[in-house]
């Protein structure tokens, strides 16, 4: 039944030998059982331990791993609102640039009328300005009838004959080199209407004067309460006949 104790001396196999034999193994049975046992439950709680520590592992992972899933939905979710909120806000400002862009372009139309209108105001006033001086201008045309002794004078304004009196007359000799001086001969002169628009004038040259080659008329063109238009001419004697013009 225990061999163990078959090997044991034949004088030590007595009753009492054996019992002690076999006490003595069960002992050292009971020692190996009860070492088994802890042995057993170290690595009961060995492997209790590294279940635990991957079960702890395993759920940290799935709360970080939610979290992370948590935090990527929130994301997700902010950057989708954040994008139609950028969304609209660029929509409001591309219509609130559209709206300012035609409004500018409205107020520039406007100013470009006012500009038109100014423009066509200016050039009627111009026009008016125009007429008005050259109402002001009396246009001189004298021919010489009788050589240095008679000339008609033709005057005109804004393109009308009108009556003028002579108030210069005045005549030089042309040299081409030296100086030229003239001389008043007014009163040697004796101006008559033809008709609206044309004097004959005689003159009398006195003895300084009888190399004349140039004449210049004044007139003086009365408007009654308005102020008075002039006009002068100077002509050069080049033949007998002389056309010249001027205002």
């Given at each position: 039944?225990y061999?163990?104790?078959?090997g044991?001396?034949?004088?030590?196999?007595?009753?009492?030998?054996?019992v002690a034999?076999?006490?003595?193994?069960?002992?050292?049975?009971?020692?190996?059982?009860?070492?088994?046992?802890?042995i057993a439950?170290?690595?009961?709680?060995?492997?209790?331990?590294?279940?635990?520590?991957?079960?702890?592992?395993?759920?940290?992972?799935?709360?970080l791993?939610?979290?992370?899933?948590?935090h990527?939905t929130n994301?997700d979710?902010?950057l989708?609102?954040?994008?139609?909120n950028?969304?609209?806000?660029?929509?409001?400002?591309?219509?609130?640039?559209?709206?300012?862009?035609?409004?500018?372009?409205?107020?520039?139309?406007?100013?470009?009328?006012?500009?038109?209108?100014?423009?066509?105001?200016?050039?009627v006033?111009?026009?008016?300005?125009?007429?008005?001086?050259?109402?002001?201008?009396?246009?001189?045309?004298?021919?010489?009838i009788k050589?240095?002794?008679?000339f008609l004078?033709m005057?005109?304004?804004?393109?009308?004959?009108?009556?003028?009196?002579l108030?210069?007359l005045?005549?030089?000799e042309s040299?081409?080199?030296?100086?030229?001086?003239?001389?008043d001969?007014l009163?040697?002169?004796t101006?008559t209407?033809?008709?609206?628009?044309?004097?004959d004038?005689?003159?009398?040259?006195?003895?300084?004067?009888?190399?004349?080659?140039i004449f210049?008329?004044?007139?003086?063109?009365?408007?009654?309460?308005?102020p008075?238009?002039?006009?002068?001419?100077?002509?050069?004697?080049?033949?007998?006949?002389?056309?010249?013009?001027?205002?």
């Open positions: 039944m061999p163990v104790c078959d044991l001396p034949a004088d030590f196999l007595t009753f009492e030998g054996r034999c076999f006490a003595g193994y069960e002992v050292c049975k009971a020692v190996v059982i009860a070492t088994e046992i802890t439950q170290c690595e009961l709680q060995d492997a209790l331990v590294d279940g635990a520590e991957i079960e702890a592992a395993y759920e940290n992972s799935k709360i791993s939610e979290q992370v899933t948590t990527d994301i979710g902010d989708s609102a954040h994008d139609t950028i969304d609209g806000d660029l929509i409001a400002h591309d219509t609130n640039l559209t709206n300012r862009a035609n409004a500018i372009d409205a107020a520039i139309a406007i100013i470009e009328a006012k500009a038109d209108a100014l423009a066509d105001q200016v050039a006033v111009q026009y008016t300005l125009d007429t008005e001086i050259e109402k002001m201008r009396v246009h001189l045309q004298v021919i010489e050589e240095k002794e008679r004078v005057s005109t304004e804004a393109g009308l004959p009108v009556d003028v009196e108030i210069g005045q005549v030089a040299s081409p080199n030296g100086p030229i001086a003239f001389l001969v009163s040697e002169a101006a209407p033809v008709k609206t628009g044309i004097l004038v005689t003159i009398d040259l006195p003895g300084p004067a009888q190399n004349a080659k210049e008329f004044t007139v003086r063109h009365d408007h009654g309460a308005d008075a238009h002039f006009g002068t001419i100077v002509v050069q004697r080049v033949d007998e006949n002389n056309l010249g013009s001027g205002q």
